[in-house]
């Protein structure tokens, strides 16, 4: 009975008194959100040739719409939402199809020429698009319809599609913000008590950056019902 107690004492110390030589691992990262930008009316779309992603074309931000999601890059991280202006929440991961985007479609667009053949593109009013992406997606409809709209346009093979999908996935990966985001993501390990060293306090005032944007409001629409893609959400705005 005596080193039965004695036993159960030791486990409630040891349970209880914390020890100062283990390491602690800090992974709580704070996710900042993306500034909100402010439509007059509901954006209308183009879908980008070879894929089922549609593109808002007329601002210099990246907004997609893909699988009854809106999705927005920002900071080397991503977003998403069911509203094209609102709603936005983290995205701890690289959405499936943007590796399908080619990021030359703004000059594509501009020119209304894909890869040497006319691009006779469809602006999509929003209503449309809300009303109508998975039926045309489910009845394949961007192929049988001119191809995209892209004249005597040829898909390319399945192969090249893939190669191409890596190449954009490296490049994507070194861009500078991509790179500290994913240094942030990363666990900071805390070093054991009596081996730290003491770092000299410095204080410095670093100038606040305010992104500025008109306000106005905007209509409210319904949820799209939509498959969401694997990965999680947090924090939305």
């Known amino acids: 009975m005596k080193k039965l107690l004695f036993g159960t004492m030791l486990l409630a110390l040891v349970i ?5 030589t283990m390491a602690a691992v800090d992974i709580h990262v704070s996710i900042p959100l ?8 509901p954006p209308e779309v183009i ?19 893909y699988n009854g999601w809106w999705w927005r890059p920002w900071g080397g991280r991503w977003y998403r939402s069911h509203y094209y202006n609102r709603g936005w929440g983290y995205y701890n991961n690289v959405p499936s199809f943007y590796f399908d985007v080619d990021p030359g479609w ?22 449309r698009l809300q009303q109508s992406w998975k039926s045309w997606q489910n009845d394949r409809r961007w192929e049988r319809r001119g191809t995209w709209g892209v004249q005597s346009y040829q898909p390319r093979p399945q192969q090249q599609r893939q190669e191409l999908r890596q190449q954009r996935q490296q490049q994507y990966q070194q ?18 008590q009596g081996q730290q060293q003491r770092q000299p306090q410095e204080k410095v005032q670093q100038p606040q950056r305010q992104e500025q ?21 947090e924090h939305k705005k």
């Open 106 to 127: 703004r000059g594509y667009y501009r020119d209304h020429n894909w890869y040497g053949h006319r691009w006779n593109y469809e602006r999509i009013p929003h209503q």
């Open 47 to 65: 879908v980008i040739p070879e894929t089922y992603v549609y593109v808002v074309p007329d601002i210099d931000v990246d907004i997609f719409f």
């Open 175 to 192: 861009r500078p913000e991509v790179q500290q985001h994913q240094q942030q993501r990363q666990p900071q390990v805390q070093k054991p």
């Open 16 to 20: 209880v008194v914390p020890i100062p």
């Open 213 to 233: 944007r008109p306000q106005a409001q905007q209509p409210q629409h319904s949820q799209p019902q939509g498959k969401p893609e694997g990965g999680e959400v």
């Open 34 to 41: 993306p500034p909100l930008i402010v439509f007059a009316a």
